[in-house]
Each structure stands twice: as C-alpha cells, then as structure tokens.
Nanobody, 115 residues
Framework: QVQLVESGGGLVQPGGSLRLSCAAS????????MGWYRQAPGEQREFVAS???????NYADSVKGRFTISRDNAKKTVALQMNSLKPEDTAVYYC?????????WGKGTLVTVSS
C-alpha cells in the first residue's frame, strides 16, 4: 500500500513563510517525479512545483522565486518551502508522486494566507 501524508499547512500572514512536507510510506522504491499541486476554492487543481529523482526542478510562474522544492530520496520525502506568501496562495496543497509509472496523491493540507 502507498500512503502519502502531508504536513505543515496552517494560517500565515501575507509575507510570511511555511514549509510543507510529504512522506511516502510503504515498500516503495524508484520514485521518479515528486511534486505539489494546489486547489483554491472554486478553482481547478493547478501545478505548483515538481522535482525529478535527479534533482531537476520545475515551478509554476506564479511561485518562481518564492517557493523551493526539495526531496530526500532515502527518506522518500518531498518538501516545499514557501516564502513571501500572498493571499492568492491560499489553497489546499496536495502531494503527488509517481511510482513505477503510477500516480499517487495525498489527502491535502490547507494553507491560508490572511491578516
């Protein structure tokens, strides 16, 4: 069984920072792509950032320069450091991993940016 558990969401003021983490559990190996998506109320889920097993990263234009994605292959975790947060970053953030050609999703963690 593949389990993805996100953590680190919460309430933060504009300009503040949060760090999200996602841990993949089970007998899982050879995780190719790991990433983060988000979904704001009434909107479609959108891509935020991804990182390959080799460390190549991609970011949505809206978060470039503010967010940083990283991974620990041994621990099978992926993190998203979010700085200079804006109200428009408010959303449920979902962890996504690709294992042996299949996609898996976490349950999501809520990030609220408000004063």
């Amino acid at each position: 069984q593949v389990q993805l558990v996100e953590s680190g969401g919460g309430l933060v003021q504009p300009g503040g920072s949060l760090r999200l983490s996602c841990a993949a559990s089970g007998s899982i190996f050879n995780i190719n792509l790991m990433g983060w998506y988000r979904q704001a109320p009434g909107e479609q889920r959108e891509f935020v950032a991804s990182i390959t097993s080799g460390g190549t990263t991609n970011y949505a234009d809206s978060v470039k320069g503010r967010f940083t994605i990283s991974r620990d292959n041994a621990k099978k975790t992926v993190a998203l450091q979010m700085n200079s947060l804006k109200p428009e970053d408010t959303a449920v953030y979902y962890c996504n991993v690709n294992i042996y050609g299949r996609d898996y999703w976490g349950k999501g963690t809520l990030v609220t940016v408000s004063s």
